[in-house]
């Protein structure tokens, strides 16, 4: 069991929950490593140099576990993680301007994939397996078929009405 003394750690508290629910065991790492992700929404470098010392392991292995697989993010991501399509099929049926829409209204680009409100988070995707439903995005895990720049710009501001109404009620 681990034990934290020094305050700097305690934000540390559910990744040390992680690490003990998986028994401190180092073949776990992918385990822990899709909880941890689960939690922050990505995997801060702080957070993997914890890991790798909890679990006596070089924090190089750590990090490449973290690199190699697709699925783990190095970076924040917001609430909202839209994935377009931009596979073949998509992009002949106009997934760019699905793109280009999204990134003017969240005043995004190519370079910055997160709003600053950590709301959006923008991703072109090579395949998302839907290509009869092409051009297709994906809004956390709600797919949005045969979609225009105009039901995509929609959608988006359903979504920005929604947390505009939460935010309001708080």
Known sequence: MITVTNTKLRQFDQVIEIIEKNNNDKTRL???LQQV???YRFL???VLTYIATALNMPVAEVYGVATFYAHFSLEAKGKYVIKVCDGT????KGSSK???TLRKKLKLSEQKHTSDDMLFTIE???CLGACGLAPVMVINEQVYG???AKRCDEVLQ???NEENKVESAL
């Open 158 to 160: 359903n979504l920005i």
């Open 98 to 100: 699905l793109l280009d």
């Open 30 to 32: 992918i385990a822990i």
């Open 37 to 39: 992700q689960e939690v």
């Open 146 to 148: 045969e979609i225009n």
């Open 89 to 92: 099929a998509c992009h002949v």
């Open 44 to 46: 801060p470098p702080q």
């Open 124 to 126: 072109a995707v090579s």
